[in-house]
C-alpha cells in the first residue's frame, strides 16, 4: 500500500489555478502536522507549505506566500495545496510528507517520499 499519494497537478497557463491532494496511509499519517515540498529539474526539494493540526498554524516558503494555501482533513489523513496565480517558476514535481518544525524551518520526518504530482505552468 501507497504510503503518500499525491494528486491533482497538471497542465496550466500562468496565472491559473490547481489544487494538489495528499492522501497518507493510516500508518503514516501524522498526528503532528504535514506539509509540501517541491522539486524543480536540476534543482533540490524544497520547502513550500505545512500545517499543524493542533493549533491550525500554516507556513509558507517566502515565494508561494499569499498565492498559495495550505489546508487538510485529519479525519480524511488528506491534506490540500490550493494553488492560485501560478507562475511558470512553480513548475516542479510536488510531494507531500509529514514533518516536523525545528527552530524556524520545516523538515521532512520521513526519507520515504510518494511519486509526487507534476505541475507545469505555461508562460
Known amino acids: 500500500q501507497a504510503q503518500l499519494v499525491e494528486s491533482g497537478g497538471g497542465l496550466v497557463q500562468a496565472g491559473g489555478s490547481l489544487r494538489l491532494s495528499c492522501v497518507a496511509s493510516?500508518?503514516?499519517?501524522?498526528?503532528?502536522?504535514m506539509g509540501w515540498f517541491r522539486q524543480a529539474p536540476g534543482k533540490e526539494r524544497e520547502f513550500v507549505a505545512a500545517?499543524?493540526?493542533?493549533?491550525?498554524?500554516?507556513d509558507y516558503a517566502d515565494s508561494v506566500k499569499g498565492r498559495f494555501t495550505i489546508s487538510g482533513d485529519n479525519a480524511k489523513r488528506t491534506v490540500y495545496l490550493q494553488m492560485n496565480s501560478l507562475k511558470p517558476e512553480d513548475t516542479a514535481l510536488y510531494y507531500c510528507?509529514?514533518?516536523?518544525?525545528?527552530?524556524?524551518?520545516?523538515?521532512?520526518?520521513?526519507?520515504?517520499w510518494g511519486q509526487g504530482t507534476q505541475v507545469t505552468v505555461s508562460s
Open positions: 500545517i499543524r493540526w493542533r493549533d491550525s498554524l500554516t
Open positions: 510528507n509529514t514533518v516536523d518544525l525545528l527552530g524556524s524551518r520545516w523538515f521532512p520526518e520521513r526519507d520515504r
Open positions: 493510516e500508518r503514516t499519517f501524522s498526528r503532528h502536522a
